[in-house]
């Protein structure tokens, strides 16, 4: 059956494989030639115990929660656009050539259609052709379809919309968390100067640590609330690209074959 295509996400990797890497071709040696020394100098200081500072600690342990928590409604959200993408090839509406929807016919589609629908759960598409097809029983008017089909494409937008406010929120959550961690590194960092007691090569030493707890913080903070953005900005297009093209459907398959009776009986009339 042939319904509305869009581009696929995955289309867009190619383009990303091959940017990262005339990117790295190209910075990669100018790197090594600015350090003037082998590759792995600049890495020689990482040693387990700095990784395991950099990645574990109380801001970033509640910094992963939230990033897995958003991963988990995220991944929910795109494998429920993928069941939706099935009733595109449920044969809800006819789609040979030639074919017109009669108002006597519409409540019979529209029981065939909850009918078809039913077993693979709610679809967007098939409460759109419900709705579509109570509106022409009662009025008869495609126009009138038309507006139904695109006031449920609205409220259904709005509705995916507003449901993705909890990710939303732990995007913006977990740089804040990364950035109390900064504040409170540099607090403590800071009220280390009052103690006069300290030989200056322990002082320097402990402030150090605290800072680099410090700007560890914002690091992985700002790092995971990359990746969930794009993860955010992927599964929002998938479910905006998901109601345009239910709403194509409609249009394609429903409106366009929709029958009016002409009221030529009411101008006759007028001029007799």
């Given at each position: 059956?042939?319904?509305?295509?869009?581009?696929?996400?995955?289309?867009?990797?190619?383009?990303?494989?091959?940017?990262?890497?005339?990117?790295?071709?190209?910075?990669?040696?100018?790197?090594?030639?600015?350090?003037?020394g082998?590759?792995?100098?600049?890495?020689?200081?990482?040693?387990?115990?700095?990784?395991?500072?950099?990645?574990?600690?109380p801001?970033?342990?509640?910094?992963?929660?939230?990033?897995?928590?958003?991963?988990?409604?995220l991944?929910?959200?795109?494998?429920?656009?993928?069941?939706?993408?099935?009733?595109?090839?449920?044969?809800?509406?006819?789609?040979?050539?030639?074919?017109?929807?009669?108002?006597?016919?519409?409540?019979?589609?529209?029981?065939?259609?909850?009918?078809?629908?039913?077993?693979?759960?709610?679809?967007?598409?098939?409460?759109?052709?419900?709705?579509?097809?109570?509106?022409?029983?009662?009025?008869?008017?495609?126009?009138?379809?038309?507006?139904?089909?695109?006031?449920?494409?609205?409220?259904?937008?709005?509705?995916?919309?507003?449901?993705?406010?909890?990710?939303?929120?732990?995007?913006?959550?977990?740089?804040?968390?990364?950035f109390?961690?900064?504040?409170?590194?540099?607090?403590?960092?800071?009220?280390?100067?009052?103690?006069?007691?300290?030989?200056?090569?322990?002082?320097?030493?402990?402030?150090?640590?605290?800072?680099?707890?410090?700007?560890?913080?914002?690091?992985?903070?700002?790092?995971?609330?990359?990746v969930?953005?794009?993860?955010?900005?992927?599964?929002?297009?998938?479910?905006?690209?998901?109601?345009?093209?239910?709403?194509?459907?409609?249009?394609?398959h429903?409106?366009?074959r929709?029958?009016?009776?002409?009221?030529?009986?009411?101008?006759?009339?007028?001029?007799?």
């Open positions: 059956m042939a319904h509305p295509q869009t581009p696929r996400p995955h289309r867009e990797w190619p383009w990303l494989v091959l940017a990262v890497a005339l990117v790295c071709a190209v910075c990669l040696p100018l790197w090594q030639l600015s350090s003037g082998p590759s792995g100098a600049g890495f020689a200081k990482w040693t387990p115990q700095r990784f395991g500072q950099l990645l574990l600690g801001e970033q342990i509640a910094s992963y929660c939230g990033f897995v928590w958003a991963a988990f409604i991944l929910q959200r795109y494998l429920d656009v993928r069941r939706q993408r099935r009733a595109f090839d449920l044969g809800l509406l006819p789609t040979e050539v030639g074919v017109c929807i009669l108002p006597e016919d519409a409540r019979l589609l529209q029981r065939r259609v909850e009918q078809q629908a039913a077993a693979g759960g709610p679809y967007i598409l098939a409460n759109m052709i419900r709705l579509a097809l109570s509106k022409y029983a009662v009025s008869k008017s495609g126009r009138d379809v038309a507006e139904t089909v695109r006031t449920q494409a609205d409220v259904d937008l709005g509705r995916l919309v507003s449901s993705m406010a909890t990710v939303h929120y732990l995007a913006w959550a977990i740089p804040a968390i990364g109390l961690g900064t504040v409170r590194g540099l607090a403590t960092s800071l009220t280390m100067g009052g103690q006069t007691q300290m030989e200056i090569a322990a002082f320097i030493q402990e402030a150090t640590g605290h800072l680099n707890v410090a700007f560890d913080c914002t690091l992985v903070a700002l790092a995971l609330s990359l969930l953005m794009f993860l955010l900005h992927s599964v929002q297009r998938d479910e905006e690209a998901l109601v345009i093209d239910c709403q194509q459907y409609c249009l394609e429903l409106v366009t929709l029958y009016e009776h002409e009221p030529e009986h009411a101008e006759h009339m007028g001029v007799s």
